[in-house]
């Protein structure tokens, strides 16, 4: 069937006049009959690409999809267009499958949803072998790569199941992938010579921003104007315990909220999930376990309380919001303490070998004659004496993917039993690739790292998106955070002497770091570094003999203000990133560690551009009788309570934030600090008539802050 025909399709089953952007190209492909990688941004009608061409080849289109109420969804409006489709999951007893099974063999359907665990099943691989297959669809493709922000061991089986069913044609689709996890993807699925379409990332409609905080209780603060904004969106949790708390007091102000994760049982999560589609709930508080294709349009918000593990997973989950194609909010609440535990759930998902051999000498060991254990995580886990159960699921993972274990449902107990394979492999004898496991710990760190830098970053949002899947030719949105801000707004390039002066501070950084397996690590913290480039002979600099190093004093001439004036805009521009443990360490990016080699380009805010910028004649005076050589460094803690602040009196007033003070009159706030009206008169942007009705306040706060 030509593209021609697939234009009368498109019109009589599903009501279109005109393909999406993309959608074209890709039906096309498919319909010449080859494999495929698909990556479509959130909203751009994937779904379509492989519903129509099951409308036109022969046979019956498989399209295997993760989650229970996105499968029903998807088949309840194809039936409301009378196309022949069903679904098999888990919510079928084994007489429903095998019906629907045999209404396939007998042709009766076109699109049949399956959830990828019915592949764990020998029986109904068995049976689909009967089963005449025109297409392999993967929704959600990502999840089969271990390198992906979302990987499912399920979704490893994929590869084995397509070649039991013939090896018919397969398609992947996903809205994020980066180039190793579609590389990964086509290794997986053994695609012959595939056509891949990457049909752009770019969600213009949506606004993405990053606030800094640092307490709870700012977040919460940040939360409830969004919802007061908004109205309906998505709250993104990192654990259980934080969804249920959020939901809580979302409840306590009178939003119709849900909350969702993964400790609830299937049926819970499906009633709760189908309350938010229904609109019967405005807010979904959720982990990541919740949202994967879900079809509300109207999704104005989503906020991140606390940072993802990787960006592919924050551009998944904020790219739920938006999908009618109207303007959406997505904001972080970005707080460095959060990533400990992302940590934690890296440290769960790599657990070592070590901790494998454990695990199968334990199943070795407690199995019995028919070479089966019948107990649960919790028990394996306090039988190896493992901290984190996590790490205890993901070594059972690793064996199963590995064939040297089964899992199983154990009949009449609601737990899974574990079976050995082959228990002549004892624990020291067991072949696993070891590099490859160190490999995926090195790619999710890492993966956390870009996360971490980006919320950092003092670029445009969607363009380091952007850049981060491999579009360098990215424009800045125009939307977000910092594109909005006169603060982001006077980032250049550096001169041939600038650029030195950044090089030299990059040196002085890295000879104070450790590189560990690829990764910098942080020793010191700002100042130190700064009295190491200045030449200082405090004591701490002599004790630690930094005076022993290559750049000890090599920025004497600079002074001490504005190397820390500097060293905030390297910051900025993602040169350093500070990993707060016990202490603030500084350290080099990837982008810092080119850019000290003279490999990489970079924009920077220039210090003496930003002085120059904050006082009204130009910089040449000062405020509170200091000179503008002493500018107080960037609190990002004093600046957020400013902000907030700012839109509380213009929320009260009922105008936009910036008609009280922009960014930048907020910045000059927060660095040079005024004690008075009258010093405050001197900064740009603050007038007579503003200075009257919202200077005040500002003032006490700044007060109140320096204590």
């Known amino acids: 069937m030509d593209v021609l025909d697939a234009r009368l399709v498109l019109k009589r089953s599903f009501g279109f006049e005109e393909f999406l952007d993309g959608q074209e190209g890709i039906v096309s492909e498919i319909l010449s009959g080859r494999d495929g990688m698909v990556v479509m941004p959130t909203g751009g009608g994937k779904s379509l690409c492989y519903q129509l061409p099951a409308m036109c080849l022969e046979g019956v289109t498989i399209v295997v999809s993760p989650l229970i109420a996105l499968m029903k969804d998807q088949v309840d409006a194809l039936e409301e267009k009378e196309i022949p489709a069903t679904l098999i999951n888990s919510t079928l007893t084994h007489a429903e499958q095998r019906e629907r099974i045999a209404r396939m063999r007998a042709g009766e359907y076109k699109l049949v949803y399956v959830a990828p665990e019915r592949f764990r099943a ?37 590869g084995q199941a397509r070649a039991a069913l013939g090896n018919p044609q397969c ?82 102000w009178g939003v119709k909220s849900i909350a969702y994760h993964g400790g609830m049982t299937e049926e819970q999560r499906e009633a709760t999930q189908n309350k938010f589609i229904s609109k019967k709930a405005d ?49 972080l609440l970005f707080n460095y303490a959060d990533t400990r535990t992302q940590e934690f759930f890296i440290d769960g998902a790599n657990p070592g070998m070590p901790l494998i051999r454990d695990v199968y000498q334990y199943f070795l060991n407690a199995a019995g004659a028919n070479h089966e254990v019948h107990v649960g995580i919790d028990e394996v886990k306090d039988a190896v004496g493992a901290k984190n159960g996590m790490a205890v699921s993901s070594a ?73 899947f491999g579009e360098m030719d990215a424009e800045v949105c125009g939307a977000c955070d910092v594109c909005c801000s006169d603060y982001g707004t006077e980032s250049r390039d550096t001169s041939e002497n600038e650029d030195m002066i950044v090089r030299k501070v ?111 004649d130009g910089g040449t005076g000062g405020v509170n009788g200091e000179t503008l050589g002493e500018l107080a460094p960037f609190d990002g803690t004093l600046f957020t309570m400013l902000k907030d602040l700012r839109n509380d009196l213009a929320k009260q007033d009922g105008v936009p934030s910036y008609v009280v003070f922009t960014n930048k009159t907020l910045e000059a706030f927060a660095r040079l600090r005024p004690k008075s009206v009258e010093a405050g008169l ?19 706060t700044i007060g109140e802050f320096e204590g």
């Open 122 to 158: 020998e029986g109904f691989v068995a049976a689909m072998r009967e089963v005449k297959v025109g297409l392999f669809a993967i929704d959600e493709a990502h999840c089969l790569s271990q390198w992906g922000h979302d990987f499912r061991p399920d979704y490893m089986r994929l």
């Open 682 to 700: 001197r900064i740009k942007g603050v007038g007579p008539a503003k200075a009257e009705k919202y200077l005040e306040p500002f003032l006490a």
């Open 283 to 331: 807010v979904a508080v959720a982990t990541n376990a919740f949202g994967m294709g879900i079809d509300r349009s109207d999704v104005r918000f989503v906020v991140h309380f606390e940072i993802p593990g990787s960006v592919e997973a924050f551009y998944q989950e904020a790219g739920r919001a938006g999908r009618d194609g109207e303007a959406a909010w997505c904001e």
């Open 506 to 616: 990059l040196s002085g950084v890295a000879r104070m770091s450790w590189k560990r397996r690829g990764e910098w690590e942080g020793r010191f913290g700002r100042g130190r570094i700064v009295q190491m480039l200045t030449g200082s002979k405090s004591q701490e600099v002599m004790k630690a003999a930094l005076n022993e190093l290559t750049t000890y004093g090599i920025l004497k001439v600079e002074g001490t203000a504005f190397l820390n004036e500097l060293m905030h805009a390297l910051h900025d521009a993602g040169l350093l990133v500070t990993q707060r443990g016990e202490f603030p360490l500084v350290t080099l990016t990837k982008r810092g560690e080119e850019a000290m080699k003279g490999d990489g380009r970079y924009r920077i805010v220039w210090p003496q551009a930003r002085k120059e910028s904050m006082v009204k």
């Open 396 to 468: 059972i993972s690793v064996l199963a993917r590995n064939g040297l274990i089964e899992r199983f449902d154990v009949k009449g107990q609601r737990m899974r039993g574990t079976r050995l394979r082959r228990p002549e492999v004892l624990a020291s004898g067991m072949d696993l690739d070891e590099d490859a496991l160190e490999e995926k710990e090195l790619r999710d760190r890492s993966k956390l790292q870009a996360m971490v830098q980006m919320c950092y970053g003092a670029g445009c949002r969607q363009q380091a998106i952007l850049e981060y």
């Open 171 to 252: 398609v992947a689709f996903t809205a994020t992938a980066t180039a190793d996890v579609r590389k990964d993807i086509i290794g997986v699925l053994e695609l012959e010579e595939p056509f891949q379409t990457v049909t752009g990332f770019a969600r213009p409609n949506l606004s993405f921003n990053i606030t800094a905080v640092e307490k709870a209780a700012s977040k919460f603060k940040r939360v409830k104007a969004i919802v007061e904004e908004h109205k309906t969106g998505i709250v993104y949790c990192a654990t259980r315990k934080r969804v249920e708390e959020v939901a809580e007091t979302l409840n306590s």
